[in-house]
């Protein structure tokens, strides 16, 4: 009997023990898949165009497909505001000549394999929000984005979430300052009002207000000169003040317009420092919504805009990328003034504009351009801004005047931006796939010396119409907007 008990005792703590230890074995097992895999929330959104019966109809033959484009990129609204007011509310009058654009929201899913890292990183929908992106989700993505920060500290690269911007803003101007401060002004801050109002950054203290521009400016150009102590913002598409200009002084903190009016209205236009601190203007549309071929250069040293010309093609939604000698200028692709996508660049220099030797592979607009260290510049991406959206790039070689595809993108993108990093590579950030009504949320690194390009890591918001700052150790990416999150107060980084 009391054998019989003793195996009894013996059996029932042997299986107790097995139990734990079955236990513990799967809690670890649960703990390292948790430490290893990280959930990130991306945003996939459906915009579908109206067009209406007035609207023009081109089509475009590139070498690999035809493109066909009903494009206007005019909005018609109707302003209500006071004499004095910094904040403008529009009433979209959807005229006959504007795009209509209704959005609808949905979700798609994928998954990401960072071959580097060995990581499979889930991309899970969660974004459903229709309206303005809320304190409490940027708050929520700030804390989930803390702990990608501590799992992920043993790559190379990674973003993170930064401070919020005081308003979201979407085609506003961004500028880098001396001491590495970041201005922006003006812009939408929702699908109805427009400001004139600005903000600071620095790495330390985060953003705080800044003075109102003396106009409100949205789709304008910020440009920083005097050695970063100075900055220009021209035109804008509020009519009143799509001629007029003003300066920023860094050590005043004040505005000051000009007496002297730019020579032609504009709004989505280009501006770039020269060699000469000089800033040429160009293209863009005008008054009437029309794009324009004509440019100019502003004159800090008298405050006037002087020597106008004219480009050979009038351009909107185009880039402007100033070369290595700092006086020659490459301008590429954009919309005609009959709305037609081209294919077409062209060289400015001492007020005189060249053709290049050979037309662009793609026929592009909203796409990037970017200067590399090698002299050359990287072209990539764009669309029509309707049903189609690139992923290839191409290279324009100074020394022989003309372009060579490389490598396409992972993902098409338009309305992105490209930041070279100190190690001599490009980071694609943001953008939108009209394609498939995507935000590819995924950035990517073209490396000049393979001529290719790679996946990197997963923005926390899907954006367009955002900037991107290089900082001392990373990529600061702000504001913009997104159909399911609308119009972005987030920021985040990147570092590399």
């Known amino acids: 009997m009391n054998l019989r008990l003793i195996i009894t005792v013996v059996v029932v703590i042997s299986v107790v023990a097995a139990t734990i230890s079955l236990l513990v074995h799967f809690l670890h097992l649960a703990k390292k898949n948790q430490s ?63 795009q209509a654009l209704e959005i609808a929201t949905t979700t798609k899913a994928g998954q990401v394999t960072q071959s580097a890292t060995n990581i499979l990183i889930s991309t899970g929908i969660n974004d459903i929000d229709q309206g303005l992106e809320t304190d409490e989700a940027i708050l929520s993505t700030l804390a989930s984005s803390s702990t990608t920060r501590e799992t992920t500290t043993s790559l190379p690269s990674y973003w993170s979430m930064d401070e919020l911007l005081i308003r979201p803003r979407s085609k506003f101007g961004t500028v880098l300052l001396l001491n590495k401060l970041i201005l922006v002004t003006g812009g939408y801050i929702n699908s109805t009002a427009v400001t004139s109002g600005s903000e600071l950054y620095n790495s330390s203290s985060g953003w705080t207000t800044g003075p109102s ?33 003003e300066v920023y002084d860094s050590l ?58 004219t480009m050979l093609s009038s351009r909107v939604e185009f880039t402007s990328t100033v070369l290595c000698d700092k006086a020659t200028v490459l301008v590429t692709g954009g919309f005609d003034a009959k709305s037609r996508l081209i294919s077409q660049a062209e060289l400015y220099n001492g007020g005189t504009w060249t053709a290049t030797a050979t037309n662009m592979n793609e026929y592009r607009a909203y796409h990037s351009a970017l200067l590399l260290n090698d002299g050359t510049v990287l072209i990539a991406g764009g669309g029509d801004g309707v049903s189609l959206s690139f992923s290839s790039a191409e290279i324009y070689n100074v020394t022989s005047n003309q372009f060579t595809l490389v490598g396409s993108m992972k993902y098409r993108r338009a309305l992105f931006t490209l930041t070279l990093l100190p190690s001599g590579k490009a980071l694609a950030t943001g953008g939108f796939d009209w394609t498939n009504e995507t935000y590819p949320t995924v950035s990517e690194l ?51």
């Open 36 to 98: 290893n895999t990280t959930n990130f929330s991306n945003t996939t959104a459906a915009l579908s165009s109206g067009t209406s019966n007035n609207m023009p109809t081109s089509t475009v033959k590139s070498t690999n497909k035809p493109v066909t484009t009903t494009q206007n990129p005019i909005q018609s609204f109707t302003f209500r505001t006071s004499s004095q007011s910094q904040t403008i509310t529009m009433e979209n009058s959807r005229s006959p000549t504007s």
């Open 213 to 245: 521009m003396k106009y409100v400016r949205y789709d304008h150009t910020l440009t920083a000169f005097a050695n970063g102590t100075r900055a220009l913002a021209a035109g804008s598409r509020y009519p009143l003040y799509s001629q007029s200009a």
């Open 446 to 496: 073209y490396d000049p010396m393979t001529k290719s390009w790679s996946t990197s890591h997963i923005l926390n918001y899907g954006r367009m119409y955002h900037k991107s700052v290089l900082l001392n150790d990373s990529v600061l990416t702000i504001s913009g907007r997104s159909i399911a999150s609308g119009y972005l107060r987030s920021t985040e980084k990147y570092y590399f």
């Open 252 to 309: 005043t903190r004040t505005w000051k317009l000009l007496s002297a009016n730019m020579s032609y209205p504009r709004y989505s236009h280009t501006a770039v420092l020269l060699g000469n601190e000089q800033i040429l203007i160009a293209g863009g549309l005008n008054a009437s919504g029309k794009s324009i071929a004509t440019a100019e250069i502003f004159n800090p040293s008298s405050n006037t805009f002087i020597n106008p010309s």
